[in-house]
């Protein structure tokens, strides 16, 4: 893993510790979160370089 990246992973973590300590599934809804819109943007990148196939 490039160590940029372990670095930030890293620090979002620690932030996550400090900003929400008695939340446990905190973490959880963020990976969700990031998913869901990288998985949008993905979705809306491929309807614009190919078109709307399912119409």
């Known amino acids: 893993m490039n160590n940029l ?5 890293l620090l979002g973590l620690l ?3 400090l900003l929400a300590p ?6 959880l809804m963020i990976v969700v ?3 869901t819109i990288g998985w949008t943007v993905w979705q809306l ?3 614009l ?4 196939s399912e119409a």
């Open 49 to 52: 370089v190919k078109g709307d």
């Open 33 to 35: 979160l990031v998913s």
């Open 45 to 47: 990148l491929v309807t």
């Open 22 to 27: 008695f939340s446990a599934l905190a973490l």
């Open 15 to 17: 932030l996550m510790l």
């Open 5 to 9: 990246t372990l670095t930030i992973v």
